[in-house]
């Protein structure tokens, strides 16, 4: 059975499962049970965490909204530790269940975490501080004033500074309350065909940057157009040819494997820092006894201390990056003086909001007074022209133009591992269809018939990468001598997909 209910993913990637059981399908609509239910068992009675032990008679569950298709929270270490520290601080008696992929990986799905903590939909949330300005809350803003905040002592130094609680309280017009603000990695520009260095490299090119006025504004004063820069929309647009550059971060970067596509990265421009803000819906904090409304403040002010020290050493990633084809490079202090300089209307504008421009104030100050640490370390051989890039940039995909099918067998099924499939029909007919960059699939099985309507497809030298709305899946590929398509799935992959796209060859019989 086709649905989107579950995601595999490692580093903030749109990376998701198509699903092909009933049971899987259930435990995700048990997902959608309200946060209501889950602490009205748990807070109705007002009980807190203090009994004479220090434990609680019953267990409190938050359920946090993620927005990032995934597990155990590896694309956001912080959110990670911040979860870990609830437990650990209620010695268990508290827990936060995360519950992912909430706003389908659409380009507004922070807008949608915000809403839903808002509404009573989850407890928690967490969103780049970027976003708010698209609604309404200009107080983040100067943590996204291109340039400004661009290495990291001094971004540790702004967490834990006065100014995110100053930031947090406007979240309030939002009917969320904030937690804490938390560190994390800077977000460079990358390029598809060259890399991004002077006013003349930004000038006509679209670049996809996630959804904030103050970012687009400061592409737009760089003379570029602001194109989508998160999951479905990006990887859509730079399989379309769509997108020249986007900002992001290295690990992210990496483990998205986009060195294949987009193998240009400017070292010596942070653009911004990708900080967090962490919030809660006040309903449910009332909710909570006082002790525990402590544990979760608690837990969230040292999830920010702990973030400062998670992004300072980025020189391993960038030797990932080198071996997989990605190729550094430095502006000049002429390229660096002009972007700057291009970036004065953006700066005039943020600082037409008395509260901005005090906090400007306050982080330029600050960057006086803190060094900046060392530059990115380049091995050898990382720099100039990308290995392998083929000419047009990203390979065609008609020459994958078809349809395929093949047949997975009751046997099949006994060699995969007990949870993966077990309701599935066998046998089980899977008919395929690539075409121009468009794929759809259809499932038939037990005299049922189901149909994926699929989404796009992207293909980049020997890679092949399926979206649709909620996430997308990579595989590397062959052809045979017959047409024969021969897949290998690239984690992370959900075992569902890895038994249901790789076991057999997609046999071309059109």
Same mark, same amino acid.
């Given at each position: 059975?086709?649905?989107?209910?579950?995601?595999?993913?490692?580093?903030?990637?749109?990376?998701?499962?198509?699903?092909?059981?009933?049971?899987?399908?259930?435990?995700?609509?048990?997902?959608?049970?309200?946060?209501?239910?889950?602490?009205?068992?748990?807070?109705?009675?007002?009980?807190?965490?203090?009994?004479?032990?220090?434990?609680?008679?019953? /267990?409190?569950? @938050?359920?946090?909204?993620?927005?990032?298709?995934?597990?155990?929270?590896?694309?956001?270490?912080?959110?990670?530790?911040?979860?870990?520290?609830?437990?650990?601080?209620?010695?268990?008696?508290?827990?936060?269940?995360?519950?992912?992929?909430?706003?389908?990986?659409?380009?507004?799905?922070?807008?949608?975490?915000?809403?839903?903590?808002?509404?009573?939909?989850?407890?928690?949330?967490?969103?780049?501080? /970027?976003?708010?300005?698209?609604?309404?809350? *200009?107080?983040?803003?100067?943590?996204?004033?291109?340039? @400004?905040?661009?290495?990291? *002592?001094?971004?540790?130094?702004?967490?834990?500074?006065?100014?995110?609680?100053?930031?947090?309280?406007?979240?309030?017009?939002?009917?969320?309350?904030?937690?804490?603000?938390?560190?994390?990695?800077?977000?460079?520009?990358?390029?598809?065909?060259?890399?991004?260095?002077?006013?003349?490299?930004?000038?006509?090119?679209?670049?996809?940057?996630?959804? /904030?006025?103050?970012?687009?504004?400061?592409?737009?004063?760089?003379?570029?157009?602001?194109?989508?820069?998160?999951?479905?929309?990006?990887?859509?647009?730079?399989?379309?040819?769509?997108?020249?550059?986007?900002?992001?971060?290295?690990?992210?970067?990496?483990?998205?494997?986009?060195?294949?596509?987009?193998?240009?990265?400017?070292?010596?421009?942070? @653009?911004?820092?990708?900080?967090?803000?962490?919030?809660?819906? *006040?309903?449910?904090?009332?909710?909570?006894?006082?002790?525990?409304?402590?544990?979760?403040?608690?837990?969230?002010?040292?999830?920010?201390?702990?973030?400062?020290?998670?992004?300072?050493?980025?020189?391993?990633?960038?030797?990932?990056?080198?071996?997989?084809?990605?190729?550094?490079?430095?502006?000049?202090?002429?390229?660096?003086?002009?972007?700057?300089?291009?970036?004065?209307?953006?700066?005039?504008? @943020?600082?037409?909001?008395?509260?901005?421009?005090?906090?400007?104030?306050?982080?330029?100050?600050?960057?006086?007074?803190?060094?900046?640490?060392?530059?990115?370390?380049?091995?050898?051989?990382?720099?100039?022209?990308?290995?392998?890039?083929?000419?047009?940039?990203?390979?065609?995909?008609?020459?994958?133009?078809?349809?395929?099918?093949?047949?997975?067998?009751?046997?099949?099924?006994?060699?995969?591992?007990?949870?993966?499939?077990?309701?599935?029909?066998?046998?089980?007919?899977?008919?395929?269809?690539?075409?121009?960059?468009?794929?759809?699939?259809?499932?038939?099985?037990?005299?049922?018939?189901?149909?994926?309507?699929?989404?796009?497809?992207?293909?980049?030298?020997?890679?092949?990468?399926?979206?649709?709305?909620?996430?997308?899946?990579?595989?590397?590929?062959?052809?045979?001598?017959?047409?024969?398509?021969?897949?290998?799935?690239?984690?992370?992959?959900?075992?569902?997909?890895?038994?249901?796209?790789?076991?057999?060859?997609?046999?071309?019989?059109?």
């Amino acid at each position: 059975m086709f649905s989107s209910a579950s995601h595999a993913h490692t580093r903030r990637s749109g990376v998701g499962s198509v699903q092909w059981m009933k049971s899987r399908a259930a435990i995700a609509a048990i997902g959608l049970i309200p946060a209501t239910v889950i602490l009205a068992s748990a807070c109705s009675s007002g009980a807190g965490l203090g009994n004479k032990a220090g434990l609680a008679d019953q /267990s409190v569950v @938050l359920r946090m909204a993620d927005l990032n298709a995934g597990t155990n929270l590896h694309g956001t270490p912080e959110i990670q530790y911040f979860v870990q520290r609830v437990s650990d601080l209620s010695r268990g008696q508290m827990s936060v269940k995360v519950v992912y992929s909430v706003g389908g990986l659409a380009m507004n799905a922070e807008q949608q975490v915000v809403k839903a903590v808002a509404a009573g939909s989850f407890d928690l949330g967490f969103a780049g501080t /970027s976003v708010f300005d698209t609604l309404g809350i *200009p107080s983040f803003q100067a943590l996204g004033a291109p340039m @400004l905040i661009d290495n990291y *002592p001094l971004e540790n130094a702004v967490i834990r500074s006065s100014l995110p609680a100053k930031m947090m309280a406007g979240l309030a017009k939002l009917d969320v309350t904030g937690l804490a603000v938390l560190g994390d990695e800077m977000r460079r520009p990358v390029g598809v065909r060259q890399p991004i260095l002077s006013l003349a490299d930004w000038r006509g090119i679209t670049f996809g940057t996630y959804q /904030s006025k103050t970012e687009e504004a400061a592409v737009r004063a760089l003379g570029a157009k602001p194109g989508p820069g998160f999951a479905t929309a990006r990887d859509q647009a730079l399989a379309r040819g769509a997108l020249q550059g986007f900002d992001l971060n290295l690990v992210y970067y990496h483990q998205l494997a986009k060195e294949s596509v987009a193998p240009y990265i400017t070292a010596n421009v942070n @653009l911004w820092p990708r900080t967090v803000a962490l919030f809660a819906n *006040p309903g449910r904090l009332a909710r909570l006894s006082a002790s525990q409304r402590r544990l979760v403040t608690q837990a969230a002010a040292d999830a920010a201390v702990h973030s400062t020290g998670l992004f300072q050493d980025e020189d391993p990633v960038v030797r990932d990056i080198c071996q997989s084809g990605g190729r550094f490079a430095d502006a000049s202090a002429a390229d660096l003086q002009a972007l700057r300089q291009s970036f004065a209307p953006v700066y005039a504008n @943020l600082e037409a909001d008395p509260q901005t421009k005090a906090m400007i104030g306050q982080i330029t100050a600050m960057k006086r007074s803190t060094p900046a640490g060392p530059a990115l370390t380049i091995p050898a051989g990382c720099t100039g022209h990308a290995p392998g890039q083929a000419a047009s940039g990203s390979t065609t995909t008609a020459k994958l133009n078809g349809t395929y099918r093949w047949t997975m067998t009751a046997r099949d099924g006994t060699t995969t591992t007990p949870d993966v499939n077990s309701e599935m029909a066998y046998p089980s007919i899977f008919t395929a269809t690539l075409q121009d960059g468009r794929w759809t699939m259809r499932h038939s099985g037990a005299e049922t018939m189901t149909d994926n309507p699929g989404d796009s497809y992207s293909v980049q030298g020997d890679r092949i990468r399926f979206h649709w709305a909620s996430g997308f899946l990579t595989f590397t590929y062959s052809v045979d001598a017959k047409g024969n398509l021969h897949l290998k799935a690239v984690p992370p992959v959900h075992p569902d997909d890895a038994f249901v796209f790789t076991t057999h060859p997609w046999t071309k019989i059109g």
